[in-house]
Structures are given as structure tokens and as C-alpha cells.
């Protein structure tokens, strides 16, 4: 792990430079991807407010999910990146998004589409710097892709020397690199597909729901999670399972509508 990187000669957190890194790719391909859809003003407007709603919804999230982190000083109104929940930034951002349409009356389909990659490159890059940090790892396993992660090794070295209890093994799944892995194949075939099969406007923003929705409900079994069982086992699952059903729902919707179209010629 690299939980420190030097710029121009200053020690920088890797996990602070691949948010702020995220950030800032993130909205800058949004402004080119909107620029192409000809938003005006608002193709530098909207990724800003974008950008903000998917901290306070990560922030949300995160709070609904892990209330018990929030009980003594830190409160959900901290100004800090950190207690922060992925999925309710990006449910977050998309609400935005479809408010913007419905006020400006816009097509949401096309708008969703223009920040697809950008939000897979977000997502990628911070999932880099929560691997480079050595936080957010996963459950020990005997696998080939086990990794040992600092803050993991120690707690086990710790336990292991107390010689009360026998800790698990040090060596943990990487879900990070998992993570990377399939919101990158997710952005691949959300941008390939539509091209190959001359799907129409709004599904690539679909595809990439759909697929990386299904992604982390593969992965989340292999996480270290702090919550609660039952988020775990039953929210966090139900969450997924929605998202998934509801982008694949608008994916066949929207498609539909253009072979009526085409049949109706």
C-alpha cells in the first residue's frame, strides 16, 4: 500500500489525491461529454451541483447505514471525506440529473448518457485511493487474489499476541481492485453495447447501472463491512436488487419505444 505520494516535493494522503483527482476528471469529462449535447451554462453548472449532491447523499447513506459512527463527535454535517457511502452519491447525482431534465425539460436519457463515463471514472479512482490507503478491504480468505493490507495485519498481529482468542488470517480479499474491475468492464460494455447493437439514447447510462449495480452485489459478500447484519444481509442486497430491476426496466423501455417508432414507419 502507498497511504502517502509526494507532489512538487509535499507528502500528500493518496486517498485525499484520488477524491480530489476524481473530482476534477470526473467534471471535466462531464463538461465535454454535456458541451456535445449542447446544455449551454449549464454544461459547467450542472456537474458542480451534481458533484455536491452525490457527497450529501454518500454522507446520508453512510449515516442511515452506519449510525453508530456518527454518536459522539462526529456529526453528519462534518465537513470531512470520510463516512462515506458510494451508492447514495451516485443515487444522489442521478436524482439531480432527472430533476435538471424534468426543469429544463430536457431528455433525461441523453443527459444520463453524458455522465456515464465520467461517473466510472470516479468511481474508479476513488476505489485507487482506497486501495492505496489500505482502508475498505475484505473478508480473510485462502484465495489467489488474498492480499495482506496494513491496518489488517496489525489488528491480527495484536489479537494473535494477546494469545486469548486465535484472529482470522491477515490475508484479505483486495474488494477495492475488485470494485475497479467491474465498474471498468461495467463502463465498457455500457459505452460498446448501444454501438453494437444500435440501442438508443439513454441506454448506455442504463447498462452501466445495471451492470455495476450487479457488480457490488457480487462483490458485497466479500466485504469488511462495520454495519449492522441486517444491513448487510437484507438493505444493502435490496438496494442492489432495485437498482438493477429499475435500469434494466428503462434499458427495455426505452428500446421498446423505438422499435414501435420504427414499426409504426
Not at 467534471?27 to 459547467?44: D, E
Not at 482506497?130 to 495484536?158: R, S
Not at 435500469?247 to 414507419?265: F, M, P
Request: aromatic share 12%.
Amino acid at each position: 500500500m502507498h497511504p502517502y505520494i509526494v507532489i512538487f516535493g509535499q507528502k500528500l494522503q493518496s486517498y485525499y489525491v484520488c477524491a480530489a483527482m476524481a473530482g476534477i476528471i470526473g467534471a471535466v469529462l462531464s463538461v465535454i461529454y454535456l458541451r456535445r449535447k449542447r446544455q449551454g451554462v449549464w454544461a459547467f453548472l450542472l456537474p458542480i451541483i451534481v458533484l455536491l449532491a452525490a457527497v450529501i447523499g454518500a454522507r446520508l447513506l453512510n449515516f442511515i447505514t452506519n449510525p453508530r459512527a456518527f454518536l459522539k463527535e462526529f456529526k453528519v454535517w462534518t465537513f470531512s471525506y470520510q463516512k462515506l457511502s458510494l451508492m447514495g452519491g451516485l443515487i444522489a447525482g442521478a436524482a439531480v440529473i432527472i430533476i435538471y431534465c424534468l426543469l429544463r425539460r430536457e431528455k433525461p436519457a441523453a443527459v444520463a448518457d453524458a455522465f456515464t463515463v465520467p461517473a466510472a471514472a470516479g468511481i474508479m479512482l476513488l476505489k485507487l485511493g482506497c486501495f492505496l490507503n489500505g482502508c475498505c478491504f475484505g473478508k480473510p480468505t485462502d484465495g489467489p487474489f488474498g492480499m495482506v493490507f496494513p491496518a489488517n495485519e496489525a489488528k491480527y498481529y495484536f489479537f494473535n499476541s494477546m494469545k486469548i482468542i486465535s484472529a482470522k488470517s491477515p490475508v484479505v480479499h483486495p474488494t477495492q481492485l475488485y470494485e475497479i474491475a467491474g465498474a471498468l468492464l461495467s463502463a465498457i460494455l455500457a459505452v460498446s453495447l448501444p454501438k453494437v447493437l444500435r440501442l438508443k439514447e439513454g441506454s448506455r447510462a442504463a447498462l452501466f447501472a445495471a451492470l455495476f449495480s450487479a457488480a457490488r452485489w457480487m462483490i458485497l459478500p466479500l466485504r469488511e463491512l462495520p454495519y449492522d447484519q441486517k444491513m448487510i444481509t437484507v438493505f444493502y442486497p435490496v438496494l442492489y436488487a432495485v437498482i438493477t430491476v429499475t435500469s434494466i426496466t428503462c434499458l427495455i423501455a426505452v428500446n421498446r419505444r423505438k422499435k414501435e417508432h420504427q414499426d409504426g414507419i
